[in-house]
């Protein structure tokens, strides 16, 4: 048999990013679509908590402890970043607990490490952002805790909107969060934060925001593009005011 045809060529050279999640992520799937052809996505979870979403979660799933354990996890495989997945847990407790758990995976081994909300407040630096609309699948007090984090980072939240859920937050449909994100709209928000990775919003994007006017940031989008950035790897998937906010990260 002739080896020399362009399929024995490969595989494409893999480049790795390392997903610390907590317990309870359900939407993998949606993950990979962020990433282009070249990336594998290496997941390494939080240990299981008997709790609902809620202040107490976010809490349990950003232990210093468990992101260092769960970084070590994924080290072997040799990822060029390492992300830590979660909204909540990221920003629980505020701008310098944000750096922290950065610090933590930097320290566990990783060589870079990003957080959703971390990647955020890198998206609303680059834009320039200082107005935002919000909406979150959280109770009222969780959600409360990302404003205050907002604040702490500079930015006002001038209209908010939260589904209550304490669990299957991945079930949500594209109906339900499109309507949400359009009741949380504002004329007065230069842009719509969709917080938290377990809740479904690749293909709601491009459509909102030809119909906005105005950015749809969402917690996965953000998390993988900050990651992609880092790599020096080109952005895929909806987003068109995100395409340039992480491409001059250090390598």
Same mark, same amino acid.
């Given at each position: 048999m002739e080896l020399n045809i362009p399929e024995f060529e490969g595989p494409l050279a893999q480049r790795g990013i390392g997903i610390i999640a907590p317990f309870d992520l359900a939407l993998e799937r949606e993950l990979w679509r962020w990433a282009p052809l070249e990336v594998s996505l290496h997941l390494a979870r939080t240990p299981y908590e008997p709790v609902p979403v809620s202040?107490?979660?976010?809490?349990?799933?950003?232990?210093?402890?468990?992101?260092?354990?769960?970084?070590?996890?994924?080290?072997?495989?040799?990822?060029?970043?390492?992300?830590?997945?979660? !909204?909540?847990?990221?920003f629980i407790k505020g701008l310098?607990?944000?750096?922290? +758990?950065? /610090? $933590?995976?930097? *320290?566990?081994?990783a060589q870079q490490a990003v957080t959703t909300s971390g990647a955020l407040v890198e998206?609303?630096?680059?834009?320039?952002?200082?107005?935002?609309?919000?909406? !979150?699948?959280?109770?009222?007090?969780?959600?409360?805790?990302?404003?205050?984090? +907002?604040? /702490? $980072?500079?930015? *006002?939240?001038v209209r908010s909107d939260h589904l209550g859920l304490?669990?299957?937050?991945?079930?949500v449909n594209y109906r339900t969060i499109a309507e949400h994100i359009i009741e949380a709209d504002d004329p007065n928000a230069e842009a719509i934060f969709v917080s938290c990775t377990n809740l479904p919003t690749y293909d709601v994007i491009a459509p909102l925001e030809r119909e906005l006017g105005k950015p749809v940031l969402t917690?996965?989008?953000?998390?993988?593009?900050?990651?992609?950035?880092?790599?020096?790897?080109?952005?895929?998937?909806?987003?068109?005011w995100l395409r340039d906010v992480f491409g001059d990260q250090p390598s």
């Open positions: 202040l107490e979660m976010a809490e349990l799933v950003s232990e210093r402890r468990h992101i260092m354990a769960a970084t070590r996890d994924v080290l072997h495989v040799e990822p060029e970043v390492v992300a830590y997945l979660c !909204t909540s847990g990221s310098d607990f944000e750096r922290t +758990l950065c /610090e $933590a995976m930097c *320290e566990a081994g998206a609303i630096e680059h834009l320039g952002l200082s107005r935002l609309s919000v909406i !979150t699948p959280y109770d009222a007090p969780l959600t409360e805790r990302l404003h205050a984090f +907002l604040d /702490e $980072a500079g930015t *006002e939240v304490g669990g299957g937050i991945w079930k917690a996965n989008q953000l998390t993988i593009w900050a990651c992609l950035g880092r790599m020096k790897l080109p952005m895929s998937g909806p987003g068109q």
